[in-house]
């Protein structure tokens, strides 16, 4: 079983651009959730998707953006990047689409906004 | 909207003995989940326990296991036995709803040879 993976581990933007964050979901999985952790918190909740629909959304302004396709693996868009958006983001995928389900999560992407 | 406290930044315990992390939540909801997760420094979210909180009984797992007490919104993990790989960030979340899963701010566990 081929548990959730995420790429990039590492990337570096300036302030303004744009970023795709990918993940692939556990197999057998058909919900992905996004969370922002920054340095010294708990992650924060962005979206999930469920069956390529979003159904779920933190309090995360819309320039925070995502897909999922229909083999389940998702993508987290960010446009604009400011400052305040360098953290770590976490994916974390289920098998139903609500939170009260398990969530399994990948390694993560570490994002630096210059 | 629910909130997840854990009101102890960092703790510090010798390999071997056992360790109590606490976690508080406040929600209006009846039927949740409660999860505790631990990040080594590798960084990926592990499950370590989760319980329902329909269920009465404490959840269980090997070495760890939680105290939860319902009406007073509290959710503890009790690990005993702690080894060194045990050294990890533990955080405490709350599941209801359709927001996510809301952590609280870890609790950074560090087990002493």
């Known amino acids: 079983e081929t548990g959730v993976t995420q790429s990039p581990t590492h990337l570096i933007k300036t302030r303004g651009q744009q970023v795709t964050l990918r993940c692939s979901s556990q197999?057998?999985?058909?919900?992905v959730s996004w969370y922002q952790q920054a340095l010294g918190q708990g992650p924060q909740f962005i979206f999930q998707?469920?069956?390529?629909?979003?159904?779920g959304r933190g309090n995360f302004p819309p320039r925070f953006s995502g897909l999922q396709f229909p083999n389940y693996s998702s993508e987290l868009n960010v446009n604009a990047l400011e400052l305040d958006d360098s953290a770590l983001y976490l994916c974390?995928?289920?098998?139903?689409?609500?939170?009260?389900?398990?969530?399994?999560f990948g390694p993560g992407t570490r994002l630096l906004v210059l | 909207a629910q909130t997840v406290t854990q009101s102890q930044p960092e703790m510090s315990v010798q390999e071997a003995e056992t360790v109590t992390l606490s976690c508080t939540y406040d929600?209006?909801?009846?039927?949740?989940?409660l999860f505790w997760y631990k990040q080594p420094p590798s960084r990926q979210m592990i499950l370590v326990i989760r319980q329902e909180a329909y269920k009465q009984q404490n959840a269980t797992e090997n070495r760890f296991s939680v105290n939860f007490q319902k009406a007073a919104k509290s959710f503890s993990l009790k690990i005993s036995d702690s080894q060194l790989g045990d050294t990890a960030m533990y955080f405490c979340?709350?599941?209801?709803?359709?927001?996510?899963?809301?952590f609280g701010k870890g609790t950074h566990l560090i087990i002493q040879p």
């Open positions: 929600t209006s909801e009846n039927n949740y989940y």
């Open positions: 197999s057998g999985h058909n919900t």
């Open positions: 979340a709350f599941a209801g709803g359709a927001d996510g899963l809301t």
């Open positions: 998707y469920y069956r390529e629909e979003e159904n």
């Open positions: 974390a995928s289920s098998n139903t689409g609500t939170t009260q389900e398990t969530q399994y």
